[in-house]
């Protein structure tokens, strides 16, 4: 089987078993599955939760896209005409409670091809991320610790490096150099260097993937029944409105959904449905809130 079959197997199956996973955390909200399809080639499968008893909104994707690539994305690339595959999972939750935190996730792999069809270059890319409200050391610990076990099997060197690129790629810069949430790893164009290095980019992929489950559902589970107010929903929402801030201006994958004609309602499924704005907003000082905004720069959590 090829590389890109493999995958879109792997992405299909992991999609099943995160959705199955999450319904049973929720206990009352179902996902709802959308398939659509690209008229330039491919298409993909959404699955939504909404209005749950633990997730406010979220959403687990797969899409399976190809044809010519956009103009714009031959000139971010670096190249001249051709076409493309590019297959991944992207996912998003936000939870309820605002002491549960917001989790993204998302692995992919891209083929390019020449005009005669000659695979020509081809690479993976991914990682997950925290976006808590409030801080928990022990759950920052508890999501890096499962994110560098799963990649300590590759190489001791790849946590903290993908780590590090993790916190330099989920920053609001327009606000400071404000990071979204607490991070996690993030990577990309890891391009094999022969077959064997394509089954270890493969593998390495998937235990990426596996291991988004045991680093977030405990979380979930140990925060998503803390009675909180009115005072956390609303700080709740204002970390939405920085998230919304990120994904709308900075998001490479949202950039490239929408240039390459991918399907708007799928792209923007990582927006909450509620945010606030107020203008040159500060937390008091002192307050839970206050110390949340101290994390938000790199810290050492693995």
Not at 188 to 216: H, I, T, V, W
């Amino acid at each position: 089987m090829s590389t890109k079959d493999q995958f879109i197997s792997y992405i299909h199956g992991l999609q099943h078993t995160i959705c199955e996973a999450l319904e049973q955390a929720d206990g009352k909200a179902k996902f709802i599955e959308d398939k659509w399809d690209r008229p330039e080639g491919g298409g993909g499968i959404s699955r939504i939760i909404e209005r749950g008893n633990v997730i406010e909104k979220g959403g687990v994707n797969t899409s399976v896209v190809h044809g010519k690539l956009p103009e714009a994305m031959q000139q971010t690339l670096g190249v001249k005409e051709s076409n493309f595959l590019a297959c991944g999972l992207s996912l998003v939750l936000h939870p309820l409670n605002p002491y549960a935190p917001t989790v993204h996730a998302n692995w992919r792999y891209f083929e390019l091809y020449d005009k005669e069809g000659k695979r020509i270059d081809s690479w993976f890319g991914g990682g997950s991320d925290l976006t808590p409200n409030y801080i928990f050391e022990e759950d920052a610990q508890h999501f890096h610790g499962t994110l560098k076990a799963a990649m300590d099997k590759y190489g001791n060197g790849l946590y903290p490096k993908y780590k590090k690129q993790c916190d330099e790629y989920f920053v609001n810069k327009h606000r400071g150099d404000e990071m979204r949430g607490i991070g996690g790893v993030f990577y990309d164009y890891l391009r094999p260097k022969n077959e064997s290095d394509e089954n270890r980019l493969m593998n390495f992929q998937k235990s990426n993937g596996n291991a988004f489950l045991p680093a977030y559902l405990p979380i979930l589970e140990k925060r998503k029944d803390t009675s909180y107010t009115e005072k956390e929903t609303a700080w709740q929402e204002i970390r939405r409105g920085r998230y919304v801030e990120f994904n709308l201006i900075h998001d490479r994958g949202t950039l490239f959904g929408l240039k390459t004609n991918g399907r708007t309602e799928s792209i923007l499924m990582s927006l909450p449905p509620r945010a606030r704005w107020y203008y040159n907003y500060q937390p008091e000082a002192g307050s839970e809130e206050a110390e949340m905004v101290k994390y938000l720069m790199p810290h050492q959590w693995a």
